[in-house]
């Protein structure tokens, strides 16, 4: 994938990362690829629909550390309000994996820079 266009330090400052444990999981009716997701961000508790059903059961994700962009503007997927995104990573087979937090003394709500 080629790098995307430049941005600023200042666009970059804008982005609110946070660490958050998934604290409910659960596929979303009639869709092969999302989760609607419970997560817990520290700050709250707020509902985010993610694309990772083909990689990840709501049963093995429960209880898991993830990194959250939680300023991201609300987006309506299938009738759920989807209020923030998982930052994910592909690794060379082509599998998805978390951008993970999940080191000790790493709480929710901690800013991610």
Do not use: C, Y
Request: no cysteine.
């Amino acid at each position: 994938m080629p790098q995307k266009d430049t941005i600023t330090f200042d666009d970059f400052t804008k982005l609110d990362m946070r660490v958050g444990t998934i604290v409910e999981a659960e596929k979303m009716a009639k869709a092969k690829k999302l989760l609607v997701l419970k997560v817990d961000t520290g700050l709250d508790t707020r509902t985010i629909v993610s694309g990772i059903a083909e990689s990840f059961t709501p049963e093995e994700i429960v209880g898991k550390k993830v990194t959250v962009l939680i300023n991201l503007a609300p987006r309506t997927l299938r009738g759920v309000d989807s209020e923030g995104m998982i930052l994910m990573a592909e690794n060379a087979e082509g599998k998805l994996v978390f951008v993970n937090p999940d080191e000790n003394g790493v709480s929710n709500g901690e800013g991610i820079s």
